[in-house]
């Protein structure tokens, strides 16, 4: 299996492990992951996203076959488990079972899942250790790499979290076989956007491989989620708690995504999808602004749609509503818009001199 490390201070450096077909190695990575610790630890508390209900029976029978005392919840699909009221089902549950903080969590699931329980992780007992086993692309390339964890609220999207890193996440791309098409494409959008950010040869080799990659092909898809996992690992290795702005790069194409994903409702873009169209916008901002050639924004929108992915908005989006949304925008510091925008194909930088008037101009271009 592939192995990429992510590094942090205190010795909290763990594992990503990518490969296929090796769910009877589980236990074994466990154990790993979890060594420095008791070895009679043997509780875990496992949260699965229902639409992979049978991969988690799966999971369960390994474990229990492998001595685990396995505890579990099936978390029902969808972005609005990330809700007080499943928080809540899940504390109780686990106030139930009188679960201990020895207990290890594991996610079996996307983002949805990831976030929730890793929350959960995060907070019961004042800490448990977890483990991120993600099983939609945007979580093996993305959410589940740099240990922010949440729930959403009223007030908006992810405004209860924490920071808590996995002991280990494990990837395997047998799980990708169930996701929707759509939602694998949507996920590479923020493969495109590690390209766009960091590493232009890595942009070439997506360019050149873009068939391989939407026939799913193995070796491919896991070169793709490796270098995806070591550029966001090094970028939480440099500011994991976002404080000196380098982790706001990957942000890229986003402040325009969440304006487009609050417009719509949520409903009918996938969070891919708007990002999508969110860096082709970004890009467009940095072409007005001399920063870049119109050949870098093609290259971006060539290859987002040989992905099958939207890169203009809607016609119906009101450009007022889009910046007013923008501005309230939890990384817009007081009503002052800023910008993550590239300046090459593995470049971007952050811009805080952003006027309503060029972002009024740029969304004017559908
Ligand atoms: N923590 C972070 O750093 C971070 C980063 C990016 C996104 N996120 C969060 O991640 C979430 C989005 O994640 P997502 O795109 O994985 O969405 P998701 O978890 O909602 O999964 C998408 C859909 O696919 C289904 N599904 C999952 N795995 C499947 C499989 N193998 N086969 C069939 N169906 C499957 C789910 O039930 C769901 O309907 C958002 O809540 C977002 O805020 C967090
Ligand atoms: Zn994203």
Redesign the pocket.
């Known amino acids: 299996m592939r192995s990429v490390k992510v590094h942090l201070a205190d010795h909290r450096d763990y594992p990503i492990v990518i490969g296929q077909n090796r769910l009877q190695e589980l236990p074994l990575f466990l154990d790993q992951c979890l060594q420095q610790k008791e070895k009679k630890r043997r509780a875990v508390l496992v949260f699965v ?4 209900k049978s ?1 988690g029976f799966e999971l369960i029978n390994i474990l229990s076959g492998r001595g685990f005392e396995i505890h579990s919840m099936i978390i ?4 609005s ?2 809700s007080l009221a499943q928080l809540s089902t899940i504390y109780d549950f686990c106030a139930e079972k009188s679960l201990t903080r020895q207990t290890v969590v594991i996610t079996l ?7 929730l329980g ?1 929350f959960v992780a995060a907070t019961y007992n004042r800490g448990m250790d977890f483990i991120q086993i ?6 093996m390339v ?9 729930i ?1 609220h009223s007030g908006g ?2 405004l209860i ?1 924490a920071f808590h890193q996995p002991r280990g996440v494990w990837i395997d791309l047998n ?6 098409q759509r ?1 694998f494409l ?2 590479l959008a ?1 493969v495109v956007k590690y390209g766009v950010i960091l590493d232009e040869s890595f942009f070439v080799y997506l360019e050149k491989n873009s068939q391989s990659i939407i026939a799913k092909e193995n070796n491919i898809l896991q070169d793709i989620i490796q270098r995806s996992c070591e550029l966001k690992a090094e970028v939480v290795k440099n500011d994991e708690h976002e404080l000196t702005g380098l982790r706001m790069i ?1 942000n890229y194409g986003h402040t325009f995504a969440h304006a487009f994903e609050t417009i719509s409702n949520y409903g009918e873009l ?3 999808e708007a990002v999508s169209i969110g860096m082709i916008v970004a890009s467009r901002f940095a072409q007005m602004r001399g920063y870049i050639s119109e050949e870098v924004t093609q290259r971006q929108i060539r290859l987002l749609q040989t992905f099958n992915l939207p890169v203009k908005p809607k016609k119906e989006w009101e450009t007022d509503q889009l910046i007013r949304i923008m501005k309230r925008d939890k990384k817009s510091t007081v009503g002052q818009l800023r910008l993550i925008l590239p300046t090459r194909i593995g470049e971007v930088k952050l811009f805080s001199d952003i006027e309503e008037r060029e972002v009024k101009e740029v969304l004017q271009v559908r």
């Not at 996203?49 to 992979?52: C, G, R």
């Not at 799980?175 to 929707?180: S, V």
């Open positions: 996203d229902e639409k992979v991969q029902p699909s969808g972005e488990s990330k699931g996307g983002g949805v899942v990831g976030d890793g993600p099983t939609t692309l945007l979580a993305d959410s589940s790499v740099g240990g922010k964890v949440g959403n999207k992810n979290g799980y990708l076989e169930t996701l929707p939602e949507s996920g923020e990957l996938l969070h891919g």
